[in-house]
């Protein structure tokens, strides 16, 4: 089984600041790899697939980046509704696995 | 519009059983695979399932195997999760979510969720 491991497991940043998230894999994914965004009591939602592609909708402020093991989730000038806790997703082999997730906090 | 609706939570003692259903419609159901991903009160996400779109392939988390089946019935545009011997560990929110294209599995389409509580 692939881990993932996200890190820092919060991440405090001021509106308009800029967030760094990164997503280590125990073992290569290649590309395969998804982010997602999820608020209180909502359904995750697709951000980012294929390490670096935006999902249909999601604003260019938020970039994905990587390959292998290391994968980096970018998002420039928070906004407020950006505040919520992100997960990655391997997408390689089975079994899937998600990391533990970041949350994004107002500082 | 893609949708999916998920039904069948509920409380349940450890030890018993409980089906949940997910509605979909706005694609033709036998192009996709669909999947069971749970979270746990204020925990992270967890793959439980995946089927294919024809039923000929099917996985498990090794947390469920042996205890949960998915299954899919096309013709109705539904998917299953039949969960035998529950465990207060498997007490969560479990949601119904379809890939974004026909092949790979990035999540793009996910249901509210039906929440399942496994509890004397």
Known sequence: EIVMTQSPATLSVSPGGRATLSCRASQSVSSNLAWYQQKPGQAPRLLIYGASTRATGIPDRFSGSGSGTEFTLTISSLQSEDFAVYYCQHYNNWPLTFGGGTKVEIK | ?120
Not at chain 2, 17 to 35: D, K, V
Not at chain 2, 61 to 68: H, L, P, Y
Not at chain 2, 70 to 87: E, G
Not at chain 2, 102 to 119: A, C, E, N
């Open chain 2, 1 to 120: 519009e893609v949708q999916l609706v998920e039904s069948g939570g509920g409380l349940v003692k450890p030890g018993g059983s409980l089906r949940l259903s997910c509605a979909a419609s706005g694609f033709t159901p036998n192009s996709y695979s669909l999947n069971w991903v749970r979270q746990a009160p204020g925990k992270g996400l967890e793959w439980v399932s995946s089927i294919s779109g024809s039923s000929r392939y099917i996985y498990y988390a090794d947390s469920v195997k042996g205890r949960f089946t998915i299954s899919r019935d096309n013709a109705k545009n539904s998917l299953y999760l039949q969960m035998n011997s529950l465990r207060a560990e498997d007490t969560a929110v479990y949601y119904c979510a379809r890939p974004l294209g026909y092949s790979g599995y990035d999540l793009g389409y996910w249901g509210q969720g039906t929440l399942v509580t496994v509890s004397s």
